[in-house]
């Protein structure tokens, strides 16, 4: 995937006047890819600045977000089966409302569309779905984006002290205590 990354971002890069088509056909490419929408987003940072950057993701998530409502209503049992998956992980009575989506869209491990199945849910017609997209991708495409601009600012030593400090985070703020179940500490002699 890293090496997929480089060669997309090389090619936007030299794509002069082209390159922001090129970039938001990559938005509209990256479900296809397997790419998390986070890495399209700080990559538009890096290569066009917060500004344009942010711009033109908002612009492909949105359009990415448009072409899935419309394809889902084309596949009804995929349509049935992320309804299913959607009940299973959020619940079967629960709806998302657009604040909770917009900031859901800013965890990078959550599913893009299965968010955009929420939306579809909240919204009455396409349209509607549309604005929703689009105010729902604002907060995620700034903030990315941001990090991005914010990563192309930094010499490569700042970056591995980021780094570095980043992991000593994670290492401090681990869970500190191992549970184990009592089946797994005495085993039952049915078995």
Known sequence: MEIFGNYIMAIVQTGGLFA????ISVHLLRP????PVVFIC????????????TVFSIIGITLSSMIFYIVIQWMPKTSK???R???KLIGKHTELTMTQISLLRLIPFIHFHLLSLCLIEITSDFSDYTRSSLLTSIPLAL???SIGGWLSSLSPMH???SLFALLLLIYALRRKEIVIKWEDFFPSSTQ
């Not at 922001?20 to 970039?23: A, M």
Request: hydrophobic share 60%; aromatic share 22%.
């Open 20 to 23: 922001p088509l090129l970039f």
């Open 32 to 35: 296809l890819f397997f790419l």
């Open 42 to 53: 700080v990559s538009g940072g890096i290569i066009f600045g917060v500004f344009y950057g």
């Open 81 to 83: 089966r992320l309804i």
């Open 85 to 87: 998956m959607k009940k």
């Open 143 to 145: 903030l990315y984006t």
């Open 159 to 161: 970056i591995l002290l």
